[in-house]
């Protein structure tokens, strides 16, 4: 019997569009390595950054070295298992998760400006503030030390932030790949997409396309028994799929050469 079935009543139209996309598309994504970043580039950029502009010398003063440009989720998973600083893992995250490198030194050194380019060109002057790495660091350390984990109060912690260009769709990453023992899942647009047209219901609010900040906890807990009830509806077509694996189908491939549900998504979602 499935956990949740009184919870979610799936368009059996678009459940079937979604097994056709397992039959198709689930052996094709795993280890699919996305739009991501160097993780070396990104810290580069960051320490060339605060040495010119910044008024700290935090990240000039360390040594990260990452030996992978990419890397695939589950790797990441395993990568972020290891006992090593908290800042080198959140770096790895936001570069695989394709952040632009602009909203990451905004958002790693907690400074303002319109253009990267003009900034370095000294066209533009760098402001402060205190939304910084260290505002980050100290809330996943309490979060990490906390004896018992919560999707809702998780969530609500990141967002309470009001991190610039940090919404729903990256601190669900970090959360993920930090705490992933826990059931919690990446919320992003194709995630959130995929909910919403299933249920035939905006339940995820997006802003174009963006999941909003506007999202509270309750609505994150929602997504995450989503992804588990789907999980179980799935396998109950006799279909072999785990949590993470409906995840990633449901957030399915885009490009040139898009999966079977992201075209869908992409016909279908209005």
């Not at 998760?97 to 958002?107: A, K, S, T, Y």
């Not at 009830?229 to 279909?239: D, Y």
Request: glycine residues 4%; charged residues 25%.
């Amino acid at each position: 019997m499935l956990k949740h079935k009184l919870l979610f009543h799936i368009s059996n139209q678009n459940f079937e569009a979604l097994l056709n996309a397992y039959d198709a598309d689930l052996m094709r994504l795993d280890g699919d390595w996305g739009n991501q970043k160097d993780p070396n580039e990104f810290f580069d950029s960051l320490v060339k950054f605060e040495k010119k502009f910044c008024e700290s010398q935090f990240f000039h003063n360390k040594n990260i070295s990452y030996s992978f440009k990419k890397i695939s989720k589950k790797e990441l998973l395993k990568y972020c298992q290891k006992h090593i600083p908290l800042l080198e893992k959140v770096i790895a995250i936001l570069a695989w998760g394709g952040m632009r490198q602009d909203h990451f030194i905004r958002l790693m050194t907690g400074t303002k400006f319109k253009s990267l380019s003009k900034v370095n060109n000294n066209q533009e002057d760098v402001r402060f503030s205190k939304k910084n790495w260290h505002s980050i660091e100290d809330i996943l350390h309490s979060l990490k030390n906390s004896d018992n984990f919560s999707r809702k109060f998780h969530y609500l912690s990141m967002k309470n932030l009001n991190l610039n260009y940090c919404g729903p769709a990256y601190y669900t990453k970090i959360l993920y790949f930090l705490f992933r023992k826990k059931d919690c899942f990446i919320m992003d647009q194709w995630t959130s997409k995929s909910m919403n047209i299933l249920l035939q219901k905006k339940i995820i609010t997006l802003s174009g396309n963006y999941v909003s900040p506007a999202n509270d906890e309750n609505i994150y807990d929602k997504f995450c028994k989503f992804i588990l009830f789907m999980q179980e509806k799935i396998s109950a077509t006799g279909r072999n799929i785990s949590p993470d694996e409906t995840e990633d189908l449901l957030f399915s491939r885009g490009g040139r050469k898009a999966l079977y549900w992201r075209n869908f998504i992409k016909i279908n979602y209005s």
